[in-house]
């Protein structure tokens, strides 16, 4: 992942290129537009869900099936991220949210306890997280919850 210069400048700027509702405020734009960048595809058009569940959760990203570039590059995005996540790196959603999400530390850190799936949806993709450790899926739990909250999702 290589964020140019420019949007890394425009993000620090609180500027983006993104068009959003009149009624959004910076933070949540920075989120979008760190989103955009991170996963390759525009925010504003794209559906999160962040589901918790009683193993451990889901996370999926999905847009319109008739943008067969932009489903490929979701279900790309989603791969790298069960990947990422499986090793204990949780770098990309840190810089999409500009701050440590909670859970991922100890998700991070219970990571042989926890596996990652990533499965392809009509319009993208999804992560499926599970764990039988009941310190994991309390930590899964709450980045889920932070996220859901932070991307506005559903």
């Known amino acids: 992942m290589r964020f140019p210069f420019a949007v890394l400048l425009m993000i620090a700027l609180g ?18 537009a760190r989103g955009h960048e991170a996963m390759g595809v525009d925010q504003y058009t794209s559906e999160h869900r962040f589901e918790p569940l009683p193993d451990g959760g889901r996370i999926e990203l999905q847009r319109d099936t008739a943008d067969r570039p932009g489903v490929a590059t979701i279900r790309a995005h989603m ?11 949780f770098t990309i ?20 306890q926890i596996t990652y799936e990533a499965n392809d949806l009509p319009g993208g993709a999804e992560v499926r997280i599970r764990s039988t450790d009941s310190a994991a899926v309390a930590a899964v739990h709450d980045f889920l919850a932070f996220q859901r909250t932070d991307h506005r999702a559903h």
């Open 15 to 32: 500027c983006d290129t993104a068009e959003r509702p009149a009624n959004d405020d910076s933070a949540f734009a920075g989120v979008q």
């Open 79 to 89: 791969r790298d991220i069960a990947d990422r996540f499986s090793r204990g790196d």
């Open 93 to 112: 959603p840190g810089f999409v949210h500009a701050q440590e999400v909670p859970g991922a530390r100890v998700m991070a850190e219970r990571k042989a």
